[in-house]
């Protein structure tokens, strides 16, 4: 018995074999998915795809593909800012470097 392939909304699973947990790539037709992780659905003993009583729906763990939706913790978005600093001074100190070389070389040609 394997439980049978099943579209949820956002992946299309394929067949499922029973007490297995079945891993898909998150979908890369959405935009904001993390494209490099995996979505997970488990099928049980009876060959049917483990269903939550209380959400009336087939349970599936997309946790992987919603990394990039989750805020930052207060360490990573310190990291994130100072390196996007670290970018915005770096190109703009070779931006004025470059300005000052074409001045010289004018003032030098007159």
């Known amino acids: 018995e394997v ?3 099943d579209w949820d909304g956002l ?3 394929p ?3 029973f007490g297995q947990v079945t891993k898909v790539p998150c979908p890369s037709y959405i935009y904001d998915f993390n494209h490099k992780g995996h979505a997970y ?3 049980d003993a009876n ?3 483990v269903f939550v009583e209380q959400w009336n729906k087939t349970w599936t763990n997309y946790s992987e593909c919603l990394r990039f939706l989750q805020p930052l913790s207060d360490d990573e978005a310190r990291q994130d800012f100072f390196e996007r600093l670290y970018v915005m ?3 703009g100190y070779a931006v004025s470097f470059s300005s000052l070389l074409v001045a010289i070389v004018i003032i030098g040609y007159f």
Do not use: A, E, F, M
């Open 3 to 5: 439980c049978p392939p």
């Open 11 to 13: 992946i299309c699973w």
């Open 15 to 17: 067949h499922g074999s």
């Open 41 to 43: 659905r488990k099928c």
């Open 47 to 49: 060959g049917s795809w």
């Open 89 to 91: 001074y770096t190109t």
